[in-house]
Structures are given as C-alpha cells and as structure tokens.
C-alpha cells in the first residue's frame, strides 16, 4: 500500500525536478531591502507583493511536510526546505500570474492524461514510481487516493503534488513558447561553417603596454571619474556585510587526551576479557559492528596480525581517535565470486519460484534475465561480475558462505528477490566480522567552560566598536579573520553551519559585536565592519582597477600613434618589436602560441577573409597586436545542413535560459531571508 511516510521519502525528489526545470534561475542576483508591517516583518519583494514572515513561514511548513517533514530534519534539509518555500513563492507571485496573462493554462483533461502515464509528468513519476521496477505505477495512485479519504494530511500532500505538476507542466509550455520563437538565419549558418571549417596561420607582431613605463602617463581624478561613469556596469555588486571574527577553539588539552588515553585503556581490559562482544559492543555509545566479513587483506597490517590471530587490537590512537577491535564472528569463505542474477519486484514471488525452478532444472540462466530481469544488468545476461566476499550485501552471506560454481540460490533483499548464479569462485581464505570501539579525542567539558569563559571575557572586552574589537583580540593574542557575507548566502565562508552568524550580521549595525555561537563545536565572536547595500562598487573601493583600465588607454593610444608602416615587417622597425608566427588558429581558440590568451585577437584572425594583408592594430589584454594571415585552411568537416541544426538546438537552448534571467529581472525579487532563518 502506498503511505503517507513512503510518499514523503519518495518526494524528496520532487522539490529538486522542479528546481531543474527552472526555478533556480530566479535565485541569483537578489537585492535586499527591508521593511516592517506590524509585527510581521518583510522578508523578500516579488513582482511588486511584499512577502511578509507569516506567509514565507506557512508555505515554509507546506514544503517541509510534504518532502519528509521532521523525520528529514536537519540543517542541510533545512536549506532545501527554505530554498523550496522561496521557489514556491516566486512561482505564486510571478510564474504564475504571467503564464495567466499569456493564456498559459494546464486542463482537467491534461492534469489526468499526467496522472494516467499518458503524458508522463516528472513529479508525478517521482512521487509514484514503483520502487523495484523503477516504472510508473497508477495503482499506487489509486491506493494512496483511497487511504486518503478523511486523512487531512494526505489530502494535503495529494494536492501538493498536484500543484507541482501543473506548475511543470505550465513551465513546460512557456519554454516551448520560447522554443518556437528562435530562428537561425542563412548568414549566421555561413559564418559558423565557416567558423567551423576554417584554420589560420600567419605572423603577428606585438608590443606590451608594460614595455612603456607608468612614469611617462598621468591619470588624473576626473578622467577616472569619467571611465567609472562610462563603464559602471563592470562595478556592479550584491549588496553585503562585512565582519571580522575571532575563533576561539575548542581543542583537547594534554590533560584531556591522558584522561582518555587512561579511559580507553581501562574499558580496553574489560573489552579483551568480556565473553559476551556483540551485548558488550552495544552497551558502549562509542561501540559499533561491522557490516560485512572482510579479509586480512582489508584490515590494517597491524588489525590483520592481532584479529586474524584472535587478539585484541589496540588500543591504538590514529587520526585523534582510539581504537579498540575483536573479532566477533569468523568464516572461510570464498576470496571472490562471479555472479550473474534475475531481479524481481518483491511482489513477484510466484513468478520467482517459476523461473528458480526453471534455471535450476537447466534453462539458460541468461536468456531467462534477459527476459525477465527488471535491472539494468538484464541487457548483459543479468551478469554481475567478480565480486570479493566483503562486498556482498548481507542477505547474500549466509547463501554463499559455501557457494560452489554454479549453485542458483533464491534471496530476498529490501523490495526485490533475486535469483543468483554463481559462475565462478576463486580462492578461500579466513573473513572476520569485526567489533570496534572508537573514542574520538574531544576537549573534555571543564576545557569547554574555560574556552567559553575565554571568548565571554573577550566579547565584554571587545564590546563597543570595532577599534575595541581588534584591541581586544591583540589583548587575547587571536588572529581576527574577515570575510564579506552577501546578499543570498546562508553561511559564512570557512565557517560551515553558520546561519546564526549570518543572521546577526544582517540584524546588527555598524560596530556591534556579536553574542557568543557555537560553530562546529567552536565558539565565535564576531563584529560588524560595513554595512554595503550600494548598487555598485563605489570608486574608491575600485580606483586602483579604475586607474590601471585608464592607463591602458593611454598607452594603447601612444603605441598606435608610434606604429608605422606598410608591412608588418616595417611595424615591428618602428618600434624595435620582432616578427613571430602563429598557426593552428581558429574562431575557438582560447590561445595562441607564443602570444597567450588574447580573445579580441582570435576574433579579428578568424574574421579574416583576405590573406596577406596587413591589419588595423587590434587592442589586446595585454598589448597592441598587428598581423597578417597567410594561410586560409579550409578542412569542409561541417557543412550547412548539421550546422544549421546544431545553432537552432543551441539558440532553442539558449533563448530558454535567457527568458528565465529575463523573467527574474522584471519580477525584481528582493531577497530579506538572511535576518530570519
């Protein structure tokens, strides 16, 4: 039957499907600004509608209950649940109500041909799959509808599912609008066979713009003024924060690591004594067992010498862990196996008993996989390959403990049963299920308090101002790091799980200093250095880049100016610059030997149509370049017919895309989520 919590694990999928179709895309240079209404604050602006706490939160809830809800929960979830809810909410408030005004609807009868299988849906398939088969089951719809009936909660879920397929479907529709609308013309299919075909060699010659010094140009205030006017777009940024932060770690003393040394070596002596491993293993939080039996082959040289003689291994410290292991059960089994095998749905037991019956009375075993087989390997016979006995799954050992050449043995694993076949079998030697107890060397919780005393002195001290801050941290002798949180980012760079960090920033003002966090198992202080909510970079953050693009000019300028002559040969006398020569060219060159990478130069090479003519000075990355072309080299590898539909797949493509960056920018989504969640 197909229940609620199986609907749950399998929708997880769902959120991500719709995410592929598109909605990431709206994702990606948010702007952030804030407002209040009430007591329920705004926390983003979509196409226009401020979206309030208690709306974000409910539909926060909706997706978190129908992709596994609390028994899903932890902070990776969590950033799917919040990173679906945003998406839920760009969809409402501008997917939506556009592919209403464009007539872009999805029918009763198309929403059941989706239900039906006749027009497979995505999300349909990933909430309903069968999972032994992998195919679509419309029975599993038919059994959780009639489980629904006075259940709120699948009711829910049901019309969850339903939205977000028809919201697939729409965005399915609005991409074959799109689709239709791009064309590739006769012009733009003889450049690219051209572009395509064509090979370039020839000679260049090239002068730097380090080869004049910066001494012989000055760039004066208003001409950075002008170029930073000119080109602004280039200095356009998110707006962020910035903080600096001290962290205080959490780190084992030697005090601590002797006490767990002497820990571990006390319930080492009872572990090498105890009778009964497996109750003893899983009385001790730090005790765990092996999944499978491995060889002396797999275990460390000294676990193999100690296990596989029947000692105890260990204590033994590596990686900051202690170590302690005993074999809890062995067996001479085979080293390797080769198998081949027929998968079944679970429900299939009588169909299984048909055909064990069948392969075991002589029928051809890969004939029948083929046939029958519901896995990938029913293409190649059902064959496995070589497999070594440790990486058999459970339910395989006890069938092959002492599996000869070709025994058939029936298994029952998770949803399928499997009919196997042993092909081959080589070597045998002693396996071990091994016991372990593992004891990480942590700071002990007296060290705790004292490093936590540390960073609470240190942030009554730095308390006030950035100055007091940094004096502070000389005072405790820590390194203060900075880092630029910005708009859309959840964490702070280097510090993973840090959202409550980031949270504080984007609530706190100019020189405040943060309360104590605890960030994996360490403790961080933090204060505000700059609050940056400035459309573009302004020019004193980016003068120094400013003055070095006006430089350039300036030295483009004079080296045009200085180059002279009919041939390149004349040109490189002008200045005392040499001939060199290029060849291999294309229009998808990235570089060019003996010159680097200067795409404006490729462009002009490949644009050539003439040879031996001289070119007009083409400005480079780094330098002026002039050259002729010498050779023209035609290879006639594409012609028009493929290139034509190579460039409308590739425009179909890119012209979907695009209207999703498009969409996003006329929705002007404005992101506030950083203060709250």
Request: without cysteine.
């Amino acid at each position: 039957m197909f229940s609620l919590n199986t609907l749950r694990t399998k929708f997880g999928i769902v959120l991500s499907i719709v995410i592929a179709l598109a909605l990431l895309a709206f994702i990606f240079s948010l702007r952030y600004e804030m407002g209040f209404g009430g007591n329920d604050p705004k926390v983003g602006e979509i196409n226009g509608d401020k979206i309030l706490y208690s709306e974000y939160y409910n539909e926060y809830e909706v997706t978190k209950n129908n992709n596994g809800g609390a028994e899903a929960y932890d902070e990776e979830a969590d950033e799917r649940f919040s990173m679906g809810a945003w998406q839920s909410l760009i969809a409402k408030h501008a997917l939506i109500p556009g592919f209403k005004k464009m007539g872009i609807a999805v029918s009763e009868a198309e929403r059941l041909a989706m239900i039906s299988g006749e027009h497979p849906s995505n999300v349909f398939y990933g909430a309903f799959a069968n999972p032994a088969t992998g195919e679509y089951d419309v029975a599993a719809i038919t059994n959780f509808l009639s489980q629904s009936e006075g259940n709120v909660q699948m009711q829910q879920a049901w019309n969850y599912i339903n939205s977000q397929a028809l919201l697939e479907r729409q965005i399915a529709k609005y991409a074959g609008v799109v689709k239709g609308g791009a064309y590739v013309n006769a012009l733009e299919v003889a450049n690219s066979v051209r572009n395509a075909n064509n090979t370039f060699a020839g000679k260049v010659v090239s002068r730097k713009y380090s080869s004049l010094p910066d001494s012989l140009f000055s760039v004066s205030k208003s001409e950075m003024k002008k170029y930073y006017a000119e080109h602004k777009g280039m200095f356009e940024q998110q707006p962020s924060r910035s903080i600096s932060y001290v962290v205080f770690e959490v780190d084992a003393t030697a005090d601590d690591m002797a006490a767990i040394e002497n820990e571990v070596k006390g319930v080492a002596a009872e572990f090498a004594g105890t009778k009964d491993i497996k109750a003893f293993v899983r009385q001790n939080r730090h005790g765990s067992i092996d999944d499978r039996y491995v060889s002396k082959n797999e275990l460390s040289k000294a676990e193999a010498t100690a296990l596989m003689s029947g000692k105890t291994f260990g204590p033994e410290l590596a990686n900051d862990v202690w170590t302690v292991a005993r074999v809890l059960d062995s067996k001479v089994v085979a080293d390797s196996l080769t198998l081949s095998h027929i998968v079944l749905p679970y429900n299939e037991e009588s169909l299984a008993d048909s055909l064990y019956k069948a392969v075991k009375g002589g029928a051809n075993f890969a004939e029948v996989a083929r046939n029958n087989s519901v896995v990938e390997t029913a293409g190649v016979g059902g064959v496995i390959g070589t497999l070594p006995f440790s990486a058999l799954p459970a339910e395989f050992v006890a069938s092959m403990e002492k599996a000869k050449k070709g025994d058939i043995v029936k298994i029952t694993m998770g949803n399928s049963i499997q009919i196997v076949k042993v092909d081959g079998v080589k070597g045998r030697s002693k396996h071990v299920k091994v016991a372990r107890l593992e004891y990480p060397v942590v700071a002990s919780a007296a060290t705790t308090r004292n490093v936590h005393n540390s960073a609470s002195s240190f942030a009554v001290s730095a308390n006030g101002s950035v100055d007091k801050f940094h004096a502070a941290a000389a005072e405790a002798a820590v390194t203060p790091r900075v880092a630029d949180v910005a708009n859309g980012e959840r964490t702070v760079r280097g510090l993973e799980r840090s959202q409550e960090v980031v949270r504080w920033a984007y609530n706190a003002k100019v020189g405040d200093v943060s309360e104590i966090f605890k960030v994996d198992g360490d403790y961080v202080v933090a204060v505000l250095t700059e609050i940056d909510d400035e459309e573009y970079k302004p020019l004193s953050e980016v003068e120094h880049q400013v003055r070095n693009a006006v430089m350039r000019e300036k030295k483009y300028a004079q080296i045009v100016a200085e180059m002279s002559g009919a041939t390149l040969d004349e040109v490189a006398a002008s200045f005392g610059g040499e001939v060199a020569d290029f060849d291999g060219v294309t229009f998808g060159s990235y570089y060019i030997n003996g010159v680097g990478v200067e795409p404006r130069l490729v462009g002009a090479i490949a644009a050539t149509t003439e040879k031996d003519v001289l070119s007009a000075p083409i400005k480079g990355n780094t330098g002026v370049y002039v050259y002729v072309v010498t050779d023209i080299a035609n290879s006639e590898k594409q012609n028009a017919e493929a290139e034509k539909v190579r460039l409308q797949a590739m425009a179909e493509g890119m012209s979907q895309q695009a209207s999703l960056f498009a969409v996003q920018q006329l929705a002007n989504v404005k992101d506030l989520r950083s203060r709250y969640f």
